[in-house]
């Protein structure tokens, strides 16, 4: 049976990060992995979250199984963190899930039950594994234009022309702020744009949010979701506490699903338990226990939210000193968007000829379609991927 197997094509982030790794050279920059990291290269653990965890360690008595759909104490906190008041608390089922790609791939196991003939139209470029998941579970894709490599902000005119002609039973996947890999966002007059849209033809939409907390703040960052998830009859959700909580190894994520008909939610909760059921039986609990503990902790909370604050100021300072180092030794402002971008990546527009300049000669690393992690960097590595930009061309 085994010989029947192909070989699986290498993940281009993986291979770059083993690639770094095999580099002798002492002064060489990662900018590839999707990992925040802080001035020291270090992901550390957040302190709210060392202190839950002493907490948990004392207070946990049992290691028994949770409910299909996690513990409900969770779904609360992150629905609650993600939605606020946007809608009613009975009209959104959840399920805790292993990370956010554990709650994507739930949500197009979901669509791929409730509309077998509908297609998901995905953000060209977005991140890859969304691409990779829908080929492996064999669902139908088109890509809808959504950066332009010139200005390197988001081409709205194209955006809004290609998902026109999505319709009823397809779904619309967007990302809810951060957008990975360029780093250019909607604001807030477009997301109205895009929910009139849907409306309009019918389609279903689905929000990635990776990165809350990491781009405008906590609720501006959330601010296009809640419209989008009030406005609609139905949207799903998928959220991760990778980033903002700095608990990557712990693969922590929720999956909502959203209805404005409240006799929807029993159906739609059912649904959930059944394909966790399917595919992993019981969550992960430990990561969840800890974000439910940091968000309805007073305390906590605020120690949370101002180091979360820190993060997005320290990669905010990050992209205005690169800028400001490109229009220095460039002469020009072609770099400015840069300093617009949100979140941990921009994407440079650079070709893969230059990137691979940029490793080749310089000892910096990125994926080649030129997305860089802004996290990856600090005051003093700044100045020298700003000289390696300029002396390669880009």
């Not at 990291?37 to 002493?54: F, L, Q, W, Y």
């Not at 226990?289 to 939210?305: E, G, K, Q, S």
């Not at 020009?332 to 080749?360: C, K, N, W, Y």
Request: hydrophobic fraction near 40%; charged fraction near 20%.
């Amino acid at each position: 049976m085994f010989e029947n197997l192909k070989e699986q094509p290498a993940d281009k982030i993986l291979a770059l990060m083993q690639l770094y790794r095999e580099d002798p050279r002492e002064q060489k920059i990662d900018l590839g992995v999707g990992v925040y990291k802080d001035a020291s290269g270090n992901t550390p653990i957040m302190r709210a979250v060392k202190t839950a965890e002493k907490q948990l360690w004392e207070a946990e008595t049992t290691k028994a199984y949770t409910g299909l759909a996690g513990d409900p104490g969770f779904s609360d906190a992150m629905i609650a963190l993600v939605l606020g008041d946007a809608v009613p608390r009975a009209n959104v089922a959840a399920a805790a899930t292993p990370g956010g790609t554990g709650a994507v791939r739930q949500a197009f196991d979901l669509v791929r039950m409730a509309s077998p003939s509908g297609k998901v139209y995905v953000s060209d470029p977005t991140w890859p594994n969304h691409l990779s998941i829908l080929k492996h579970m064999g669902i139908p894709f088109t890509p809808y234009r959504y950066f332009d490599n010139e200005t390197r902000a988001v081409d709205f005119d194209g955006m809004m022309a290609d998902l026109a002609q999505a319709g009823k039973g397809d779904v619309v996947l967007l990302h809810g702020c951060c957008h990975n890999p360029t780093g250019a966002n909607l604001n807030l007059s477009q997301w109205q744009a895009v929910v009139d849209l849907l409306l309009k033809t019918g389609a279903t939409p689905m929000i990635d949010i990776a990165y809350q907390g990491f781009g405008d703040g906590l609720e501006e960052d959330a601010a296009g979701v809640r419209l989008v998830a009030s406005s609609v009859p139905e949207c799903l959700i998928a959220a991760s506490c990778s980033k903002n909580f700095g608990i990557y190894r712990e693969r922590t994520g929720l999956l909502m699903a959203v209805s404005n008909d409240a006799g929807a939610q029993k159906l739609n909760q059912g649904t959930l338990n059944y394909l966790n059921r399917q595919n992993y039986s019981f969550p992960p609990d430990y990561g969840a226990r800890l974000v439910t503990m940091v968000l309805t902790d007073p305390a906590l909370r605020a120690d949370w939210a101002a180091e979360l604050e820190e993060v997005r100021n320290s990669m905010l300072g990050l992209r205005e000193q690169l800028a400001a180092e490109l229009q220095r030794l460039s002469g020009s402002d072609r770099f400015g968007f840069i300093a617009q971008h949100r979140g941990m990546f921009s994407r440079l527009g650079a070709s893969p000829e230059q990137v691979e300049t940029l490793r080749r000669d310089h000892g910096i690393y990125m994926v080649g379609d030129s997305r860089l992690n802004i996290a990856g960097l600090n005051k003093s590595s700044v100045p020298i991927l700003a000289e390696a930009i300029v002396k390669s061309g880009i």
